[in-house]
Nanobody, 119 residues
Framework: QVQLVESGGGLVQAGGSLRLSCVAS????????LAWFRQAPGKEREFVAS????????SYADSVKGRFTISRDNAKNTVYLQMNGLKPEDTGVYYC????????????WGQGTQVTVSS
């Protein structure tokens, strides 16, 4: 079993920045794909960014490209999401997730951290 705990959310003005962290415990996630998703009120959860075992291989939703950066620290079993140039539409609960090797879907999820961007 893997437990994920997100932190770093909060209230920020439009144009501001936040850095989210997600620490994994239970086993090493160095071989796993890691990702961030978010869910806005009344909307479905959506993909934000992912990072492969090779940290140079990243993927982003079009809505966050150029503003958000995903990174990982395998020594700390942690994935980060640096969010710059935040917009009110970035408001939502942000979740980290793990896709274990040989899995077709993300199999572990955190409890989420709230990000609120005021205009």
């Amino acid at each position: 079993q893997v437990q994920l705990v997100e932190s770093g959310g909060g209230l920020v003005q439009a144009g501001g920045s936040l850095r989210l962290s997600c620490v994994a415990s239970g086993r090493s996630v160095s071989s796993s794909r890691l990702a961030w998703f978010r869910q806005a009120p009344g909307k479905e959860r959506e993909f934000v960014a992912s990072i492969m075992r090779n940290p140079s291989m990243t993927s982003y939703a079009d809505s966050v490209k150029g503003r958000f950066t995903i990174s990982r620290d395998n020594a700390k079993n942690t994935v980060y999401l640096q969010m710059n140039g935040l917009k009110p539409e970035d408001t939502g609960v942000y979740y980290c997730a793990i896709r274990s090797p040989f899995r077709d879907e993300y199999d572990y999820w955190g409890q989420g951290t709230q990000v609120t961007v005021s205009s």
